[in-house]
């Protein structure tokens, strides 16, 4: 994952790239936001999974 918006060369790139908190079991399904329930994800990646577990 880039640190931040200045390791990579294009700031669209950091838009998709960007570290975002996933959750494992969605909070639709009735995931919560605890720790356990955490992991990072890439934004695109994020957002792709939408709320699939």
């Known amino acids: ?15 998709k790239q960007r570290p975002t908190f996933d959750h494992i079991r969605p909070k639709a399904a009735g995931g919560s936001d605890s720790a356990e329930n955490l992991q990072l ?6 957002w792709r999974k939408g709320a699939r577990a």
């Not at 880039?2 to 950091?14: I, N, S």
């Not at 994800?41 to 994020?46: F, L, P, Q, S, W």
């Open 1 to 15: 994952m880039p640190k931040d918006r200045f390791g990579l060369v294009h700031a669209t790139l950091w838009k």
């Open 41 to 46: 994800a890439h934004a695109a990646c994020n």
